[in-house]
């Protein structure tokens, strides 16, 4: 088993950055595949962005160009730099061991206008 913690949520003006960090603890050989994932109350949790141990990554169509998903494998730590951040934006924020289907607490994450 993995566990997942995540931080760097807060509130933020329409524009503004945010950085949410993902760190693993425990069973890091799930963290190979590492993804965001965003939910609003009484929605769908929606995917954001992966990355693959070698550094691939996929964002969803509503934060490309927007959010940088990167890894620092020394510290087992995933980051999401969210950048240009829009009232849209705000969710909870997850991150999720894909291979080990293990997800953290979330964090929250507010844009306003």
């Known amino acids: 088993q993995v566990r997942l913690v995540e931080s760097g949520g807060g509130m933020v003006q329409a524009g503004g950055s945010l950085r949410l960090s993902c760190t693993a603890f425990g069973y890091t050989s799930c963290t190979y595949v590492m993804s965001w994932h965003r939910q609003v109350p009484g929605k769908k949790r929606e995917f954001v962005s992966t990355?693959?141990?070698?550094?691939?990554?996929g964002y969803s169509d509503s934060v490309k160009g927007r959010f940088t998903i990167s890894q620092d494998n020394a510290k087992n730590t995933v980051y999401l730099q969210m950048n240009s951040l829009k009232p849209g934006d705000t969710a909870v924020y997850y991150c999720?061991?894909?291979?080990?289907?293990?997800w953290g607490q979330g964090t929250q994450v507010t844009v306003s206008s």
């Open positions: 990355i693959d141990s070698d550094g691939s990554t």
């Open positions: 999720m061991a894909v291979r080990c289907g293990s």
